[in-house]
């Protein structure tokens, strides 16, 4: 098996190497307000340029957070209702930044 690009892992300690659309998918469906209220995805190294996370919001939602210190966007934050959406997005920002990064 080859090295990971990236990890997520949320609150509660589940985390997926390279994480698919659908598992980010899994990953943000299973957040939850009291014990589980966030997710990290950052590249497998130790000094990562970018990270995204996503965490629940108390009236509802999520806080979507993109940073990326190489490039313009230094910090994005949105927020979104749609477990769907957050997951296509990250995994087409995630693979503009794997892709740069070769």
């Keep these: 098996m080859g ?3 990236y990890r997520a892992e949320s609150e509660s300690g589940d985390h997926i190497e390279d994480p698919s ?28 340029v970018w990270f995204t996370s996503v965490a629940v919001l108390d ?11 190489t490039t313009s966007l230094d910090r ?5 209702t749609s477990v769907d959406r957050i997951a ?3 995994t087409i920002w995630m693979a503009a930044r ?3 990064a070769r």
């Excluded at 299973?30 to 950052?42: A, E, H, K, P, R």
């Design 76 to 80: 994005d934050v949105v927020t979104e």
């Design 59 to 69: 009236e509802g939602g999520y806080e979507v957070v993109r940073r990326d210190t």
């Design 21 to 48: 659309e659908d598992a980010l998918f899994m990953l943000i469906d299973d957040l939850n307000s009291s014990d589980n209220t966030f997710v990290v995805i950052q590249p497998d190294e130790d000094d990562p």
């Design 88 to 90: 296509r997005d990250l």
């Design 98 to 100: 794997s892709i740069s």
């Design 3 to 5: 090295a990971a690009y």
